[in-house]
């Protein structure tokens, strides 16, 4: 099956830094996902990004098909965005999750 | 709003017992997942539905059993066969194959 990996696996960032997260496929993208889970465990829906690129304020993300990758840019990071971020993608079963970065913001 | 809720967020279970983690969605979804998420891992697939009355093998499923009578309910259950079940298990909706995931907030289980 599809197998997803993520980089950096940890990151700390001082408030008001930019960061970008990675990840790689070994399949053709289907139907990549960035997550966010909080440090209570709720998942939120990031971004849905087969291809291109998508804004959502200071989140935004790529998706290179071709070279199978996506990368996930954070701009002005804030403590609110620590937390676990995911990326997924559906081979011929539901969505395979990479093992994360865990972001750490500090004030 | 619309969304999926389980129940309950903390859940106890001694050794040799059967227990039922409850999933429901209100968005009209088709298809239903659960995964299990341990310490500093990623999510794994445990069962999951594309459509009333059938359901299908995840990576994990030994230990587990689910049921999809309505559309809006997939429970999961932890059964004694579970050797190692202590986990946080996330149940996840979807508008069929290709559209994007909702997540619960996700049920922490301990064995006792």
């Known amino acids: 099956g599809i197998q997803v990996e993520q980089s950096p696996p940890d990151l700390i960032l001082q408030e008001g830094a930019n960061s970008t997260l990675r990840c790689n496929f070994s399949d053709s993208v289907n139907n990549l996902q960035w997550f966010h889970q909080n440090p209570w465990g709720q998942l939120i829906n990031l971004f849905y990004?087969?291809?291109g690129t998508k804004q959502n304020g200071r989140l935004s993300a790529t998706t290179v098909a071709t070279e199978r990758y996506s990368l996930l840019y954070i701009s002005s990071s804030q403590t609110t965005d620590s937390g676990v971020y995911f990326c997924a993608d559906r081979g011929n079963t539901p969505l395979v999750f990479g093992k994360g970065t865990r972001l750490s913001v500090i004030a | 709003d619309g969304g999926i809720t389980q129940s309950p967020k903390y859940l106890f279970r001694k050794e040799g017992q059967n227990v039922t983690l409850s999933c429901e969605q209100n968005l009209n979804h088709d298809a239903m997942y659960w995964y299990r998420q341990d310490p500093g891992q990623g999510l794994r697939l445990i069962y999951y539905s594309q459509i009333v009355n059938d359901f299908q093998k995840g990576d994990i499923a030994e230990g587990y059993s689910v049921s999809r009578e309505k559309k809006e309910s997939f429970p999961l259950t932890v059964t004694s066969a579970q050797k190692n079940p202590t986990a946080f298990y996330l149940c996840?909706?979807?508008?069929?194959?290709?559209?994007?995931?909702?997540f619960g907030s996700g049920t922490r289980l301990t064995v006792v």
């Open positions: 990004i087969p291809s």
């Open positions: 996840a909706s979807s508008m069929g194959d290709s559209g994007g995931y909702t």
